[in-house]
């Protein structure tokens, strides 16, 4: 079968594997992206870790029945257990451990609530960070609430090129007034700000909005989108866009929002829920083209098509086997 895109669904990077609520100390939990098969588990002194899913042993899932012993977790089989270095650290019933026992072990994150694997090629370890959100530790702010989540057959590549594609506004978005202000790159950062304005009347009244948003892109698996509309008031919302590659085919999407007190913070709460549908509603907009559409690698751009060549040399960076290649021929 023909490959859909020219490069490998699984860029480098740090992508969300779950929310820290669903994990407790002593918790278990089996994952499945990248196209392997892993799992997750939090220590009794509560860090969280990732192991590839099998047992060296006879092969028997971890995320099934395995459980925390301590820093351990136990194998459900035979009951071999493996610290966070992925080190066989007791075999029960043998009276010597084997000192090469050994599962691969995946770089870690815990972040604003939000646990994050790094994932490389070459099993690289990472050279670059996820940021600490400073307004969600503000009291200003609602708490980060977690809005829908969905698989997609596309790449995450493809969605987050959107944020520069700004041509497809009108027709996708019915939003004929969003225009680029202007875009910076800071190696796996890339920094993105739109600016739209429009007159809006509300009973009787001319009302001008401005609606300012930057998003920053960490690699392809992160966005974070900040939002500032004036007009009645200034509402200033934070939206996570998270992407994780399942498997060559498909890919998760989470979305979560965090809004700043607009007049009190019981205004703001009650808004939280409405915006998430409204930015939903948006995104799904895009479900259908990105469900359907090829990857043209060498696509016939105009003026005005936005920033698309300078986002895929961007991207390039993230693929081990592009970025050579890259590096020797960036845009002008
Ligand atoms: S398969 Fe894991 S201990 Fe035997
Ligand atoms: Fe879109």
Redesign the pocket.
């Given at each position: 079968m023909k490959k859909r895109f020219p490069f490998t669904s699984f860029p480098n990077g740090w992508f969300r594997i779950s929310y820290s609520h669903e994990l407790p100390p002593g918790g278990v939990k089996p994952l499945y992206y990248f196209g392997k098969n892993l799992v997750l588990f939090r220590t009794k002194q509560g860090s969280p870790h990732v192991l590839d899913a099998y047992?060296p042993?006879?092969?028997?899932h971890l995320g099934y029945g395995g459980h925390v012993e301590g820093e351990t977790i136990q194998?459900p089989?035979?009951?071999?257990c493996f610290n966070k270095y992925g080190k066989c650290t007791d075999v029960p019933y043998a009276n010597k451990v084997l000192p090469n026992v050994q599962i691969n072990t995946w770089h870690v994150r815990e972040i604003n609530g939000l646990i994050f694997v790094y994932y490389h090629a070459q099993g690289e370890a990472p050279k670059w960070e996820l940021p600490q959100i400073h307004e969600l530790t503000s009291k200003e702010w609602t708490q980060l609430k977690q809005g829908s989540q969905c698989q997609i057959n596309s790449h995450v590549q493809e969605l987050h090129e959107q944020v520069v594609d700004i041509a497809h506004f009108p027709t996708v978005h019915s939003d004929h007034s969003t225009k680029s202000q202007g875009s910076e790159i800071d190696g796996s950062v890339w920094k993105q700000r739109l600016l739209s304005r429009q007159a809006l009347e509300v009973a009787k009244l001319n009302l001008q909005i401005e609606t300012q948003i930057e998003i920053i892109l960490y690699g392809l698996g992160y966005s974070l989108q900040r939002y500032s509309i004036s007009g009645i008031g200034q509402l200033q919302f934070i939206l996570l866009f998270l992407t994780t590659p399942v498997d060559e085919e498909y890919l998760e999407i989470h979305m979560l929002i965090s809004v700043k007190s607009f007049f009190t913070k019981t205004i703001a709460s009650a808004l939280t829920p409405l915006l998430l549908k409204v930015l939903k509603d948006e995104v799904e907009k895009d479900f259908p083209i990105w469900k359907n559409k090829l990857y043209r690698t060498h696509p016939i751009l105009c003026d005005g098509d936005g920033e698309i060549t300078r986002y895929r040399y961007w991207a390039s960076q993230f693929y081990s086997e592009l970025a050579e290649i890259s590096n020797n021929n960036s845009p002008k």
């Open positions: 047992c042993h006879l092969g028997a194998c089989f035979h009951g071999w």
